[in-house]
């Protein structure tokens, strides 16, 4: 099992994602940082759930660009904060695009990727979790109250897709995802893995 610099190990776990561009993305990480500190993931849409593979990472990587070829950029609108009842996830929701995601999940969503995710996919922007049901509401007042403050373009312009592997950290409740491969979307550029 492979192991990072700062000792982390990489393990059967892997996603899709599209990160968010600055300034939308590095307020977010900031919002992300303030719900709960010990966060250092990017902010980000995801495309495919974290997901265990029995195939090798690079034949899934492969088979992923050949299902990218002919996907053209899109334009996602974030709208409010919500909360995911059954885990108590904070996140913003998604207006426009949602749909958009929703099929490119369902055909992305199978062969060496496929996996029974344990809930149906609902596209969103992740700002909190793994926070003490106590803290939820709080947390989540907070999140709004710092949203209606961002003043700039909440359109999210999806250009890229980026396929991560989750690890193991020696630090104590700290995960965090490796950069495995690149895609751009409508250009046929491909990099990594």
Partial sequence: MPVEADGAQRINSFALVSYIPDPLG???????HELVPRCSARAHVTVLPPR?????????????????????PFTLTPTQVEIFPVTSVIYLGIGNG???????HRMLNRFK???DEP???????????????DDVEKAAQLAQRRWA???GDRRIR???????QNTISPEPD???WVDLSECALGTHQHTGC
């Fill in 119 to 133: 809930f149906e996919f609902h596209p969103h922007i992740t700002l909190a979790q793994d926070i003490s049901h």
């Fill in 113 to 115: 990727l496929a996996f």
């Fill in 158 to 164: 999806v250009q890229s897709l980026t396929f991560v």
């Fill in 26 to 32: 590095s307020f977010l990480d900031r919002l992300r």
């Fill in 174 to 176: 700290c995960n965090k």
């Fill in 52 to 72: 265990p593979l029995i195939y090798p990472p690079h034949d899934a990587w492969e088979e992923l660009q050949a299902a990218l070829e002919d996907v053209s």
């Fill in 149 to 151: 403050e961002f003043p």
């Fill in 98 to 104: 949602f749909q958009r995601l929703k099929d490119l």
